[in-house]
Structure formats: structure tokens, C-alpha cells
């Protein structure tokens, strides 16, 4: 394959070690885990696997940095100048973000340039929070009692957040942004996939002088990572990926009564009226269906549509699918690169043969393509008579697999759309804004797009049912990480106006 990947030196300075209480050290084992790039195989870098004593390490630094360390006791507005100053350097390394990102998980260079630029604002909008969040809340004339009852909301204590692979330097930072700002001190835990946004913030921490411990960074796969759920110095977990994970972090968190916000993927529908034009739709579908080489948790992948109209939709999104340029992340051209892994392109390939032996219809894809004798490379793949009973209809496949389903009618549609445990994301297609609406309250899901995907973490982001606990982003991502206390008092304290 001719490939235009660079093979420059990793812009990272100490990929093998972890980044604990502020300073970097090597892992205990002394292990490694090894990072293929997704594109070619090859071996794109080494960085320091951690193991449960590296997590016990971590985690009693970020303790000591709560318990006794001035980060839970410092105002807001300091706090929030450190994550102004995270802003900052985040913006001077979007170029490093956009270079590793492809390298790591598949996404198309110019899409991770894009988003990368995007990701300081995440931390800037939390530190004007520390202006007109209302983290202390006056009362007079308790009922039961006193002059005054002051709602103070308070850390929650010691953050585990465990980051996926897809997207994470977007993901961390609707953690970490929020979790400082709250006073909470964190342990980040990067997947082996893609580990090197946790690393480019710990390097940030370090250059802006966080104080040691508030923000520790580990790679761990699935055994030291369960450590950090089940460690009683961890007040609070906060995990994005996949259901099956999450029922066991969200059990694990429920024995010990530890807080927890689980985002843990979808099975999204987009509903298609009657009204709308469908190579309009084919086209705002199928080309955000490469999106991150289909490796979204909230992506549009259940396509309902009137069965008159079904098949005149899946010639349009054939049509769309036809025209997509797979290959080389790094070549300008290129809309869809490859996926994560090789076990990812085997999962995938999987829920291909399972649709075919359901008896779903091959409407276009579902190989991997000729030309490319090297990667995770899958074509975009379209299904179509689709049971929504089918497991293609009804399990994530987290690949850029798509399955169209005939309605009877709107209302059927919309009964499909809520057929499924999952209720992260879904969209409504149509022309006239008060069916939009009416259909949107209708869907049970944490968000609702009009007329193409949409999303928007600076609101919030979470799921109903299995699709998750909590929020993401926003307000609501903020109050997260805090704790209500209740201070009933028999006079009005100096500070309160």
C-alpha cells in the first residue's frame, strides 16, 4: 500500500513511564504495552503498562492531594485558572493530538485536527463555570429551624475516569475539566489502544505546574484497571465504553457505594418521515456513518423508514457508500480509515456473517477492501430488511455498519426507534419543525438530532436505559462531581450577602 502515514518521532517525552504524584516514574513490572498503528500494523509506539501496585500508587497520591494538599481547599477562580492554562497548552499541542490520534485508532487526520482544535474551549467553558455556578445556595428561615440554610456543594473526593479508546482526548476532558474545577483530584486510566491524549495531558499538568497528585495518569488493561474500581480511596468512577463493562463497574461501584457516571454506548436510530427527501438522508447518513471509521458509540446506525420507501432509500445510501474513499488516515482525500484493531475488524467482520445468517439483505460493503493488502480496513456496510429483532438491529457493533428497517407507518417507526435497551442518541428527518418536535419527545433517548446526526457534550451528553447513568459535559457534568451538604446556622456568616 502506498501509504503517506508519517513515521516521525512520537511528540511524546516519556512514554515509558506513568505519571504519578507529579513526577514520572517507571512501572513496577517494568512492562510495555505495544501501540500498532491501524493503517499499516506497524509498531507506532511503546508506552508503560501499569499494574495494581502502580494503581495503588496513583490512587494514594491523588488521596494525599485531596485529603491534605491545598487543591479541594483552593477557590474556584484559582482553579479555574489552572484550567485555563491547560486551555492554553492544549491548543499548542492540537497538532501532536491530530498526529497521534490517526496513528492509534483510524481517524481520518483531517478530522482529528478539526476536533483537536476544538477540545481547549471544553476546559475554558468549565472555568467560567467557577463565575455563575452557584456552588453555595442561601436559604433563609429554615423551616426546621435557624436563621439561615446554606446549600454548599462540595467534591465529591478522588476521581478514577476510564477512558476509551475512540475519542479519548475529547472524553478525558469532560472529566478532567469538570472534576478539577469541582476540587476533586483525579486518576486517569488510558485504554492500550490509545493512550496518548492521557499522556499529553500529564505533560500538560507537569508544564503548568498542577500541584502533584491532582492529576495522575496510568495505562492498564482490564485487571489492574478493575483495582482502581474496586479501591476504597476512590470516591467516584467515571467510565465510557461498553454496556458489558459497565454493568460490572456499575455493580462493583453499588457494593461499595461509590459514585459513579457510566456512558456505555447506543444502538441509535434515525427516523425518516414521510416528508423528507431521501438522498438528502442517505447523504447526511452515510457520510457521518464514517465518522471515526463508524467507531461512535452514539452513531445513527438503525435507519428507519416507511417499507414504500425502503427500497428507494437503500439505493441512495448504495449510492453514497459507492463513492467513499477508504485508505491512508493521513491523504486528504481519504473519508474512511481504518478501525482500531485487528480484534476489532474480527468483531466486526463477525456481526457481518451473523446479519448475513439472519437473513438480512447485503446491500452494499461488507468486505474488507481490495486494494489495501495492510490495516483494519472495512468497506462501509449497508443491511437492509432488517428485523429490528435482528441482533444486527439490536447490539453495537461500533463499525460502520448500517441497517435499514421498514415501517408501517410513523408511528411504527417511532415504536421501532424505543424497541431497544439502548437510548443514547437518535435523529427525526423532516421538513416541518412541529412533527420534528413531537417525534423528539416521543424517542427515548439522551439526545435528538433534526435532519442529520447531532450531538452536543457543552450541553450534556448521556443516555437513557442501558445506554447509561449521569451526564457527560454541561451543567449537569459538573454537578457530577459534587456533593450537596446542608449547613443550618443560627446566624448569617460574614461572607453571605
Known amino acids: 500500500m502506498n501509504t503517506k502515514i508519517s513515521h516521525a518521532e512520537v511528540p511524546l517525552a516519556h512514554p515509558d513511564c506513568l505519571f504519578i504524584d507529579g513526577a514520572w516514574v517507571k512501572p513496577l513490572s517494568g512492562k510495555m504495552f505495544d501501540i500498532k498503528s491501524p493503517a499499516t500494523e506497524a509498531l507506532y509506539m511503546q508506552v508503560a503498562e501499569a499494574s495494581e501496585d502502580d494503581i495503588n500508587l496513583a490512587v494514594t497520591a491523588a488521596r494525599n492531594a485531596f485529603d491534605s494538599g491545598p487543591w479541594s481547599q483552593m477557590t474556584h477562580a484559582k482553579r479555574a485558572s489552572y484550567l485555563r492554562a491547560m486551555a492554553d497548552e492544549l491548543a499548542k499541542r492540537s497538532d501532536d493530538v491530530a498526529n497521534i490520534w490517526p496513528n492509534e485508532m483510524g481517524i481520518v487526520h483531517a478530522v482529528a485536527g478539526a476536533f483537536s482544535a476544538t477540545i481547549p474551549d471544553v476546559y475554558r467553558y468549565y472555568a467560567d463555570l467557577s463565575e455563575s455556578f452557584p456552588f453555595e445556595e442561601a436559604f433563609p428561615n429554615p423551616p426546621g429551624g435557624g436563621e439561615i440554610a446554606l446549600l454548599v456543594k462540595e467534591p465529591v473526593g478522588v476521581v478514577g475516569t476510564i477512558i476509551p479508546w475512540n475519542a479519548p482526548i475529547n472524553i478525558m476532558a469532560y472529566t478532567i475539566a469538570p472534576a478539577l474545577l469541582a476540587g476533586c483530584t483525579v486518576v486517569l486510566k488510558s485504554s492500550p489502544e490509545a493512550p496518548g491524549g492521557g499522556y499529553i495531558m500529564a505533560e500538560i499538568a507537569e508544564a503548568i505546574g498542577l500541584p502533584a497528585g491532582v492529576l495522575n495518569v496510568v495505562t492498564a488493561d482490564r485487571e489492574a484497571s478493575e483495582r482502581l474500581v474496586r479501591h476504597p480511596g476512590v470516591d467516584k468512577i467515571s467510565f465510557t465504553g461498553s454496556n458489558v463493562a459497565g454493568r460490572k463497574i456499575g455493580a462493583i461501584c453499588a457494593d461499595r457505594i461509590a459514585r459513579c457516571t457510566l456512558e456505555l454506548g447506543g444502538k441509535s436510530a434515525a427516523v425518516i418521515l414521510d416528508d423528507y427527501d431521501l438522498k438528502e438522508a442517505a447523504e447526511a447518513i452515510g457520510s457521518f456513518s464514517c465518522f471515526l471509521s463508524g467507531q461512535v458509540c452514539s452513531s445513527l446506525t438503525r435507519v428507519i423508514v416507511t417499507k414504500d420507501r425502503h427500497d428507494e432509500f437503500v439505493a ?150 442501558q445506554s447509561g447513568i449521569g451526564r457527560q459535559g454541561g451543567v449537569a457534568g459538573l454537578a457530577a462531581y459534587l456533593e450537596n451538604k446542608t449547613v443550618i446556622l443560627n446566624d448569617i456568616p460574614s461572607h453571605v450577602v
Not at 359 to 379: C, V
Not at 381 to 388: A, D, I, W
Not at 406 to 430: K, M, Q, R, W, Y
Request: hydrophobic letters at 40%; proline letters at 5%.
Open 316 to 465: 441512495a445510501l448504495t449510492a453514497v457508500y459507492a463513492n467513499i474513499k477508504i485508505g491512508d488516515p493521513f491523504d486528504p482525500e481519504t473519508q474512511l480509515g481504518p478501525l482500531v484493531s485487528e480484534r476489532q475488524l474480527a468483531r466486526v467482520e463477525e456481526y457481518i456473517e451473523i446479519a448475513k445468517n439472519e437473513g438480512a439483505t447485503l446491500a452494499f460493503g461488507g468486505e474488507r477492501p481490495a486494494d489495501l493488502d495492510q490495516g483494519f480496513y472495512i468497506q462501509p456496510t449497508l443491511f437492509s430488511n432488517v428485523g429490528n429483532d435482528f441482533r444486527i438491529a439490536r447490539e453495537e457493533v461500533f463499525g460502520p455498519v448500517l441497517c435499514v428497517i421498514p415501517a408501517e407507518n410513523e408511528e411504527h417507526a417511532i415504536e421501532l426507534a424505543n424497541d431497544t435497551v439502548f437510548g443514547l442518541n437518535n435523529s427525526v428527518f423532516t421538513n416541518n419543525i412541529d412533527r420534528a418536535y413531537a417525534v423528539a419527545r416521543q424517542l427515548r433517548s439522551g439526545t435528538v438530532g433534526h435532519n442529520v446526526f447531532r450531538s452536543d457534550m457543552m450541553i450534556g451528553f448521556g443516555g437513557f436505559k
